[in-house]
Structures are given as C-alpha cells and as structure tokens.
C-alpha cells in the first residue's frame, strides 16, 4: 500500500492543504506566494492563507500555479 505520508517532508499525511499550507520543505515558495497575494490585495498582512482564496479566486489561482510550479512537486505540462 502507497503511503499517505508527504514526500517532501516525511512529517504529515500528504494533503492539499498540507502541501499548500503547511509543508515545511516549501517555506520560501510559500513566502513568495504570501507576498504576491499581498501584494495583489487578496490577503491582509496579518491574515492566513486559505485553501478557498488559492483555489478559487480568479486572481489567485494564477499565484497558485506559480508556486507549484516553483516547488516542482508535481509535473505541470504545458500545451505544445
């Protein structure tokens, strides 16, 4: 049977949330996603992150590729 734990961190159970939110092997990419949704007015400075602003936003979800693709966890193909 696969495990559920996280790959990158070894720590948790691999979730959305967890690999959004939580992960420790990402912290400078999620810094970097803070700040761009800060930035962009999505997020106060004091509020946390949430998974409904990352994925459901229309302004937001273009930062949320971003950081995915920046923590190369998972393959994002483009259309050739």
Same mark, same amino acid.
């Given at each position: 049977?696969? $495990? +559920?734990?996280?790959?990158?961190?070894?720590?948790?159970? =691999?979730?959305? &949330?967890?690999? *959004?939110? /939580?992960? $420790? !092997?990402?912290?400078? #990419?999620? @810094?970097?996603?803070? &700040?761009? *949704?800060?930035? +962009? &007015?999505?997020?106060?400075? /004091?509020?946390? @992150? #949430?998974? $409904?602003?990352?994925? $459901?936003?229309?302004?937001?979800?273009?930062?949320?590729? =971003?950081?995915?693709? =920046?923590?190369? !966890? /998972?393959?994002?193909?483009?259309? =050739?």
């Amino acid at each position: 049977a696969e $495990s +559920a734990k996280c790959v990158a961190c070894g720590n948790r159970r =691999e979730t959305v &949330e967890h690999y *959004l939110l /939580f992960c $420790s !092997r990402y912290i400078n #990419q999620r @810094m970097k996603l803070r &700040e761009k *949704l800060k930035k +962009a &007015e999505l997020i106060k400075t /004091f509020n946390p @992150m #949430q998974l $409904s602003t990352l994925l $459901s936003d229309p302004a937001a979800i273009p930062l949320t590729l =971003e950081y995915i693709r =920046e923590t190369r !966890r /998972f393959p994002l193909h483009t259309p =050739e």
